[in-house]
Each structure stands twice: as structure tokens, then as C-alpha cells.
């Protein structure tokens, strides 16, 4: 079957000033950058996505990794600086017309029309997709309701709340019933409640068979919703798969975040000797990451190890098999870093 | 083109000018009809200004009227729009091409700006009469003109809310509406500068100088004009340049 949502060598590189906290810069450094009127910043490096219809992807990564340019390409915002995105059957770029006829968006940052109540917003979105007015009136009462917004139908949007707002964007982006559904970080700002009742209305909607795109750099939000993932970072994806197959590739599942007094060589190769452990790696200045099929047992030997080396264990964290340990095993960073 | 999508642009933007329609009403017309009896009512009556003066007046107040709400209507919402809040990305989002999307807002200020000149004349007639001379002696040639000058200020109301941000709204009403409005011959007829020959002819760049003269040959033949073909084929010449800038400034805003 032919993907709902496919890229090929998708690359995204911006010409504009370096931010002014990026790295290290020496004199010669400076005067080369004043010579180069406009630095180019790489958004995307080659992304190929291939989305199947009827699933829930998610695209996970970082801030700034390149999640929301991807979402601009595929949804006729951002010109790709090379490569190809399809939806369905259309070249986005080559045919942004029927493309936007395929596609809701909800934006990461509200974009609603500020001079114009819910209804009304709900309204002339149905309008400009062909809706005559009497599946207008409909859908959008029927929206309303869902998203529990019937009373402040009405009202104009400039005064709603953040959460208000995103339910508004939703509704609008389903309002003409899209074959593919954009999610930019749709969960961010809300609080758990709408939180919920948006993953419920987002899972509903991929029941009736349509296929739903969301970015976010909320694991959880991932894990609960997404049927397949890709791991995005720095405009390359790192990992792709479904939540489990991705948590079942983490060396071990468990990860033993440990920090000792000092760290010699003779403690790695110890730690590594315990039975269970699949990857040791050092982190930080005295810290060591320990990858092992079981957790908190493993620390009186942990322990033991540490006092055969003659150092002492100052802090332990233990997670079990995550996204984030996945994130963490591929950057060396955390998603929240 | 999607003609129901281009429509219901347009009906979006009509339910919102009638949800502003008093405060739309005072943006438009309270200068105009105060300049009117100041300089015409008052200045006249009071013997500063000869009485033909009125009508002189007349079209230069309508030129204004029309590019000032033209530019106002097109610029000022695509400025907010483009702004933080991206308000305007649900209707790019439409399945039509965002050129049209840009036609439409010229379109939709186009008519306003035709409303905004076509009731100066009414208004213009009650505070002014008697003494007011209009002879309307080729009614299609007024109409072409008229669209030409609603055209051109609906136009650079695009090509403005496209190249300005919202920090400088201020200083493009300073640098670029009032300069053209005071060498836009509106207050003054183009011959009136024969004795600054060459203001004269640095006022030429400016194409509410064309709208000035084109709606007083239409309207008030009985003063001398610039030639009738020079006005028509410069208000072409703004519309088409003007629009094709406001279209490529769009396209630059509208996609990164």
C-alpha cells in the first residue's frame, strides 16, 4: 500500500546569523564569520520518513532537532532546500494544492484567527475546504461538543486560555475530516486533564482509519499514543520503530545512572564483569552509565565493586526501559537537555 | 484557481469589516469629511480660499480617501498576521495557492477603497454646497480610473504589509503616506507647481499624484490636468509593478 506520508533525502538548511551562544569563537573565528554575511544553519540532514495510512507516527527529539521543519515541509509552510515529500499520491512541493486538500495542521504555537469566535473560526475553515453550510453547521456543533468548547461557542478566541485554544486548533484542523492529521507538540502547555481528552480524540480519529503525524519531546506522550516512532536529532532520525521494538533495543532495558568520588579504569572494567550488565560507559567527570538487564539488585555488587576499587558510590538513579534511555544511549544527551 | 476557497477568503474578510464597522467607518471617513469643512467649508467661507477652490478639492480629498483606507486595509491586517500570532496561516493552509491568497486581501481592499472615494462625493457634496462644480462627462472613463486608483492603493497596501514590521507601522505612515499625501497634488492641482519646476517633476514618481489628476480630469475637467494617457497608463504601470512586488513579498513571508 502506498505510504500516507513519505520523504526522501528531505534536507533543510537556513541562512541566518549563528545564535550568539554557539560555541567557542576566537578572534579568528569572528573575523571569518564577518566575512560570511549570512552562516547557514542545517535544520534537516537527510530525513526519509515513510508513514503507513491509519497510523499514529511520532516524530521524538529534542527542541531545535528538526521536528517542526519537518512538519513545515510536509505541510507546504517550509521549502525543503532538496529532497521530496509526498502525501499520498501528491508531491507537496510539486502540488501544494492537493496536498493541502489531504492535510489538517496544528501548529505548535496557536494560529487562530483572533478576529473571530470558535463557531465562526470552525465555520469559514469549512468554508475555505468546499463544505456547504448545512455540514458546516454540522460538523462544527458536533466539534464544539466533542471538545467541549459549546460554551464559549460564541465568544471570540482572543480571550481563551492556552488549553482552549489548542482544543480550537484541533477541532479546526479536523474540521474537513483530513486524511492526515499534523500534530506539532500537541500536548505542550496543557494540563493532564486536556491533556487526556486530546489523546482520546486524537486515538478516536486514527480509529476511523486516518493517519496521524505528532511531534513531540514528551516520552510519555510518545509511548502512549504513537504505534511507530522515529527518533529525531540534530535533522538526522537515530532510531525508527515501534515504541517496543525501540525500548527492546536498549543494550540491557535498565539504565544505572552512577556517580562515584573518582572513576578509575580498574571500576569500568569491574562494573562491566557483573553478571547482567551489557554496556558501561563513562559519563561526566566521575560518572558511569551501566546498561543491564536488571536494576536495583545490582547494586550491593555495584557497591562491592566500587570498595574492591577503592572508591566510594555517591549517587545512583535507576530507570527502566525507556525512550529516554533509547535518547540517551544514541546522543549521550537526555531529551530534556 | 479554487473559485468556492477564493470566495469564502472573502466572505472571512467581509464578516470581519462588518464586525468593525463603526470603528472601520471613523478610520475612513472623520479625516476626510474634516479636511472637507476645514479647507472647504471654513477656509472658503472665510474668504482665505476662492470659492472654486472647492472644487478643486474634491477629487485630490477622494485620492486620498481611497489609497489611505486601500493601503490601511490591506497592509494593517497582513502586518498583524504575519506577526507572532501567524493568524493568517489557517487560510494559507486552504486548498487554493497562497497567490491568491494575496489576491484576495487586494481584492477585498480594492472594494473598500472604492467604498471609502465613491462616498466622499455624497459627503463631500452636502458640507460643501453651494459652489461645488463636478461635471461627470465620461462616466466610464471615471469608473476606469476610479478602479485603477483603488487597484493601485489595495496593491501597495500588500506590497507595505509584506515589507514592514510591526515595529515600524509608525514610521511607514511618516516616511511613506504622508510624504506621498503632500506631494500626492491632492490639495493642489499638478499645474499649480509649474512655478517649481522641479518639484514638478519629482512629484511624477508618485502615484497618488496620477490618482489626484485622474479623478479631477474626470470629475472637474474645467481645471487643467495632466494628459489623460500619461494618467492612465502610470495607474496601470503602479497596479501591475505594485502587485507583482506585493505577490513576491508575500510568497517570502508566507513560506521560510
Redesign the interface.
Known sequence: MDSAIRTRDLRKVYNAQPPAAAGRSDSQDQSRRKKESKPQIIALDGIDLDVAPGQIFGLLGPNGAGKSTTVGILTTRVRPTSGTAWIGPHDVWRDQTAAKRLIGVVAQRPNLDFSLTAREILLFHGAYFGLNSQERAERAWVLLERFKLTDRADQLVRGFSGGMMQRVSLARAMMHDPQVLFLDEPGAGLDPQTRLLLWEIIRDYNQKGRTVLLTTHNMEEADALCQQLAIIDHGKIIAAGSPRELKASIPGGFLLRLRFAERPDSLIDGLGKLSGVTEVRPSGDTGVDVYAGRGGSLIPEVVNTAAGCGVELSDVHISEPSLENLFLHHTGRSLRE | M?G??FL??L??DA??AR??LIPLLFQTFLEPLLFVFIFGRVMVGSGYLPATYKSLLLPGIMAISMVFTGIWAVAMPLIGEFQ????I??????????SWVAVEKVVAGLIQALVAGLVVIPMAWIILRPGLELRLQNPALFICITLLVAGFSACGGLALGCSVDQQHIGLMFSMVLTPMIFFGCTYYPWSALSNFPILQKFVLINPLAYASEGLRATLVPQFPDLSLPLILAALTLFDILLLVVGLRQFHKK???
Open positions: 479554487n468556492k476557497a469564502a477568503l466572505a472571512r464578516h470581519v464586525r468593525n507572532f500570532t501567524r493568524e496561516e489557517d487560510r494559507l493552509l486552504a486548498p487554493i495557492d497562497i508566507a513560506v521560510s
